[in-house]
């Protein structure tokens, strides 16, 4: 049973505002991610964590920036929203699987609309 | 550069039958995983099945079996017996040694009844 949060599940919001989107694991995991998705289309990878004070920016470039200054929490700020921005978010946390590779886990996922 | 391709946009299969998913993938690493993931309307991403890359045996779990051809870069799924819950978005997912995933276009499952 996977335990990874993520909230709000909805958002509809207005140009310009200022949002954090929260994603947090109570697993203990290192590694942790953010996708976006479009509707009806693949994840892209835009964020990704491995560990604390560790941040990097994944394959599809976005005006998001994320901090990682615990374990457990992972957010995701988007400085001035806007309507491009519209998509859903999802987060992952990772942890080394026996043999190889890794067992990840998603959230629920962010469903954001900007106005 | 590192890709995954899932060639069925949409899929259609009767209720009990077995239904195959393609997906083909291209990286130059030499270890690596390969995942598939079903994703309802709801939005959320669950987990079916795993392959490794120097696992000798094509995985299964339960229903879903995947068929890990290595040669041809090819790791489709299997649903065996569908039912009408595996109505559903399925995503091919290929993982780097970073962790990472790379995911594919997806494929839209109906199952008819």
């Known amino acids: 049973e996977a335990d990874i949060y993520q909230t709000p599940r909805y958002l509809v919001i207005g140009t310009g505002k200022k949002i954090t989107l929260e994603c947090s694991q109570t697993?203990?995991?290192?590694?942790m991610y953010w996708y976006q998705q479009d509707p009806g289309m693949e994840l892209h990878l835009i964020h990704y964590?491995?560990?604390?004070?560790?941040?990097e920016k994944g394959d599809l470039s976005s005006e998001s920036t994320v901090s990682r200054i615990r374990t457990e929490h992972f957010p995701l700020t988007l400085e001035s929203a806007r309507p491009s921005h519209t998509s859903q978010y999802l987060c992952?946390?990772?942890?080394?699987?026996?043999?190889?590779?890794?067992?990840?886990?998603f959230g629920p996922g962010t469903r954001l609309t900007v106005t | 550069a590192q890709k995954i391709t899932q060639t069925q946009p949409g899929m259609f299969v009767q209720e009990k039958e077995a239904v195959t998913l393609d997906c083909t993938y291209d990286?130059?690493?030499?270890?690596?995983?390969l995942f598939w993931y079903k994703q309802p309307s709801s939005g959320e991403m669950i987990f079916l099945i795993y392959?490794?890359?120097?696992?000798?045996q094509n995985a299964t779990e339960g229903r879903y079996s995947l068929n890990f051809q290595k040669a041809r870069k090819s790791a489709n799924l299997v649903i065996s017996a569908s039912q009408l819950g595996d109505s559903a978005m399925y995503f091919c997912?290929?993982?780097?040694?970073?962790?990472?995933?790379?995911f594919g276009q997806g494929t839209e499952l109906s199952v008819k009844p």
């Open positions: 992952a946390s990772s942890v080394p699987r026996t043999g190889s590779g890794y067992e990840q886990y």
């Open positions: 697993m203990g995991h290192d590694k």
């Open positions: 964590s491995y560990g604390v004070n560790s941040t």
């Open positions: 990286t130059s690493d030499p270890s690596y995983g």
């Open positions: 392959q490794g890359s120097y696992d000798q």
């Open positions: 997912a290929l993982e780097n040694q970073g962790g990472k995933l790379i």
